[in-house]
């Protein structure tokens, strides 16, 4: 231990701790915006610098390390000067625009402001170099995030996050240095054309606006104003430990019954778990592994309920599709069930007969959801997603005291019955603990087999390892680049036979759409509390759900049948490839979406279709074919949608419709340079029935 002076005040910290830990240690504040738990410090925006007797100038508190007998000083007038004049820089470049920024009240920059009262009229001078390459400052090309360049400070943390710090994924840095220092993207391009895979880092580390999850919040409000359509929430486990911390609550403060009544006063007619599909979930990943195991083919297994993994797989490694699981995340199985089961159904004749569906909304926390609601086979199962943030902005709008909500809520039936393995899906290591308690059961292992398998707990980075006896060998990979870094290697194919990816560490626990945070242990403090559930939980293994012991019996038969494969898996493919585009048409078919469909096509592109309506030419051809001259689509059960007949296979096109009958596509592409279109697009599409 070291003993230094903060302001006069005696102080004991570790050796190693900065000057920053020592003035926090002190109960002294010092202001920072380019500071983050976890990641390196820069001292770009220079808001923490201090004064230590004996040094000739000032130094960043965040990277300086505390030294015994150090006397340090926080707030002497000369500093108090240099904030004020460093607020001037980055406010001249910052537009006054919070009232309709996402981020008011929860922004770091105008937390600043309003505590210093300093004045934000200055004029404004525009970021960047004035005679370099255009950069675009308002990019909302990404289906999961929206960048706005005006009012970003500059402070680096979402490259960090997404570099090698962490994400290792580099999709976003700097260019120029000093006054024209900017954000770029890979090659400049909109978000939307790079390899991001939507985990939303950069958003959780972003002290401003510059950086936020795709707002779906106001579009959910007005629909439940309206109250014209049923409406539906399911609720993520993660989400119900962290939203407690955006109302001031000790941080892994469980508010499930909190979070029930404010999302019945927010308007919802019906309150769901999205446990109860994490349950679904592993039985049908859990009969999926064992089926694999059987059969020796396409080992290990992949889980694939993150989407952000999803994404890096389709964007970066196609060649492991063939692993991935084809089962459904619990949002998208949840989704499927509520539109088109028999809860859906009981709901009245007009959902019954097909003209109506109920509105589904999802509160997750992660914003790689808003991306997989969209996904070729699965969209319109989920209509709006929610990050824990956003949903904390409803609950503020309307005026709800949340902290005061009695903790009394309880989920509706017949889709919130849950058991503690579904809960502990949140966490890093959650989604194989759960499935290694069913798959055991379903080899007929002894039953006194342990529940927790500490092995694989834990928010370390990193790979985490166990052998489950009948099973095998596992593996956790705790982010998406410690799951990079085992694939360097081809042991793992060897190795193990079944690997969990979670592209955030710590899993969703972690999720990039999760209340903000400077607390370096809050990752720890919120798996404590997730695991604490599951072990107060009367029922702690997936197959114990006596709900989705129903569903199988009345609706899907068993896991992995037929019926439950058309509902609750899904198909995979490279990104931009002839079969991504495919399936990305086909999906705007089954839903009659002609604007979208004409998106993916090149103006003067051909359509034949091997039918009596010969070959549609051109893209506004084809947007009002498929509008106006195909019948209209139905809803619940009688919403069918194309299935590509492989899983996987890069090389196939062929495809089941709706009917039942097989054709098989021919896709020929050319390059697209609208950045609003996918590159490349298709120019010609010609189908061969079978």
Not at 179 to 200: A, E, M, N, W, Y
Request: hydrophobic share 40%.
């Amino acid at each position: 231990m070291i003993t230094l002076s903060v302001n006069g005040r005696q102080v004991d910290c570790a050796e190693g701790s900065s000057l920053l830990d020592a003035a926090r240690a002190a109960g002294v504040h010092v202001p920072t915006l380019c500071h983050y738990p976890g990641l390196p410090a820069k001292a770009v925006c220079r808001m923490c610098l201090v004064e230590i007797d004996g040094a000739d100038r000032p130094q960043p508190a965040c990277r300086t390390l505390a030294r015994d007998g150090d006397v340090v000083t926080t707030d002497s007038n000369a500093l108090q000067a240099f904030r004020l004049a460093d607020a001037q820089w980055l406010l001249a470049r910052h537009p006054n625009d919070c009232m309709r920024c996402e981020v008011n009240g929860a922004c770091q920059l105008q937390r600043l402001v309003s505590e210093n009262q300093w004045d934000e009229f200055w004029p404004k001078v525009p970021a960047g170099p004035a005679d370099g390459p255009d950069t675009m400052a308002s990019d909302h090309t990404s289906p999961s995030i929206w960048r706005d360049l005006s009012k970003c400070i500059e402070c680096g943390l979402c490259a960090e996050v997404c570099g090698d710090a962490v994400q290792d994924q580099n999709v976003i840095g700097f260019a120029q240095r000093g006054f024209d220092r900017h954000p770029v993207t890979v090659f400049d391009q909109p978000l939307g054309r790079t390899k991001c895979i939507s985990c939303g880092q950069c958003t959780l580390v972003c002290p401003v606006g510059a950086l936020i999850e795709a707002p779906h919040w106001h579009e959910v409000l007005r629909t439940l104003d309206g109250h014209r359509r049923v409406s539906v929430v399911q609720v993520a486990p993660a989400t119900r430990v962290a939203i407690s911390e955006e109302f001031g609550l000790a941080p892994g403060t469980v508010s499930t019954g909190r979070l029930i009544n404010a999302l019945r006063a927010l308007g919802f007619d019906f309150v769901f778990d999205t446990n109860f599909a994490a349950d679904l979930t592993i039985m049908e990943e859990g009969s999926e592994l064992l089926a694999r195991i059987r059969g020796g083919k396409d080992l290990p297994l992949f889980t694939s309920c993150c989407p952000g993994w999803v994404n890096w797989v389709e964007l970066n490694r196609p060649d492991l599709l063939p692993h991935l699981s084809t089962t459904k995340s619990p949002q998208q199985m949840h989704g499927a069930i509520a539109k088109r089961g028999m809860f859906a159904r009981a709901l009245g004749g007009d959902f019954a007969s097909g003209t109506a569906e109920p509105y589904v909304v999802s509160v997750m926390p992660c914003t790689a959801k808003k991306d997989e609601a969209q996904r070729p086979g699965m969209s319109g199962d989920v209509d709006h997603v929610l990050t824990t943030r956003e949903l904390a902005r409803m609950i503020r709008t309307r005026g709800i005291a949340f902290g005061a909500l009695p903790e009394d809520g309880a989920f509706d039936s017949p889709l919130g019955e849950s058991t503690g393995a579904a809960q502990i899906f949140g966490a890093s290591g959650g989604v194989m603990e759960a499935m290694v308690r069913t798959a055991t059961h379903l080899q007929g292992a002894d039953e006194s087999l342990p529940l927790e398998w500490e092995a694989l707990r834990g928010v370390r980075r990193g790979v985490k390892t166990a052998t489950i006896p009948g099973v095998g060998t596992v593996a956790v990979c705790n982010g998406i680049a410690a799951a990079q870094r085992l694939l360097e290697e081809d042991t793992w194919r060897d190795e193990f036979v079944a690997i969990e990816v979670m592209a955030c560490v710590g899993g969703c626990l972690g999720g990039g759409g999760e209340p903000k945070s400077l607390d370096p242990h809050i990752l720890e403090k919120r798996a404590r509390s997730i695991y604490a559930v599951d072990a107060q939980a009367p029922r702690r293994r997936s197959h114990e759900n006596t709900d989705v012991q129903t569903l199988y019996a009345t609706e899907l038969g068993a896991p992995n049948s037929p019926a439950a494969h058309q509902l609750l898996h899904t198909r995979y493919a490279a990104r931009q490839s002839p079969r991504a585009l495919l399936m990305q048409f086909l999906d705007c078919v089954d839903r009659r979406d002609g604007p979208a469909a004409a998106r993916l096509f090149h103006p003067d592109a051909v359509w034949s279709t091997a039918s009596p309506f010969g070959e549609i030419v051109g893209a506004e051809a084809i947007e009002a074919f498929i509008a106006s001259v195909l019948p209209p689509r139905g809803y619940g059960a009688q919403f069918a949608r194309h299935v590509m007949e492989s899983a996987a296979d890069p090389e196939d096109l062929t495809v089941l419709a709706p009917d039942g009958s097989r054709c098989r596509f021919e896709v020929e592409t050319c390059p697209s340079d609208d950045p609003q279109k996918p590159n490349p697009a298709i120019k010609r599409l010609t189908r061969h029935v079978l």
